[in-house]
């Protein structure tokens, strides 16, 4: 039996994005105002007045830096949601951000995509995750929304 689980930003990458973001800009924290900013230092959204800052990430080129691997042309980066200080982290408690329609990226231990499923919200992420992973070339799945294409989390095998 295969598991896996949800995975937020690594510390080390979120010191780095909270002086300079994967773009090359510093961030510009603010408190947010009405608060439900997906927030993938910690997988959960943000509360009202809590203080977050929207920064570029490329969560792929990251974990290729990690692994050795080359993503090529699929080395993207986008916008995500970050405390602005230093958080606790998640609580585990399954899969975040699943209330819409999710898209889950397959990639190969190259960094190269090897397909993709649409997920939605009532659908289980369980479901899709244990199809993903039947793929023994399957090493690492990416959520995003579909709305935006905005990356929310990684999921790998344990």
Known sequence: MTSHHARPIEPAA????????????PPSPYADPEGGAPVRCCLRRSEPGERIALVSYAPLRRWAAETGADPGA???????????????????????????????????????????????????FDEAFAE???????????IRAVEYG???YEVRRD
């Open 14 to 25: 979120l010191k780095e994005l909270r002086s300079t973001d994967d773009a090359g800009r």
């Open 74 to 124: 699929y080395d993207e980066q986008g916008p995500v949601f970050i405390h602005a200080e230093e958080c606790g982290g998640p609580e585990p408690d399954g899969y975040p951000f699943t209330g819409a329609h999710r898209v889950l990226r397959r990639y190969s231990a190259e960094g190269r995509i090897l397909g993709g499923r649409l997920v939605g919200p009532a659908e289980s």
């Open 132 to 142: 993903a992973f039947t793929d023994p070339a399957v090493v690492l799945v990416h």
């Open 150 to 152: 905005c990356f929310l």
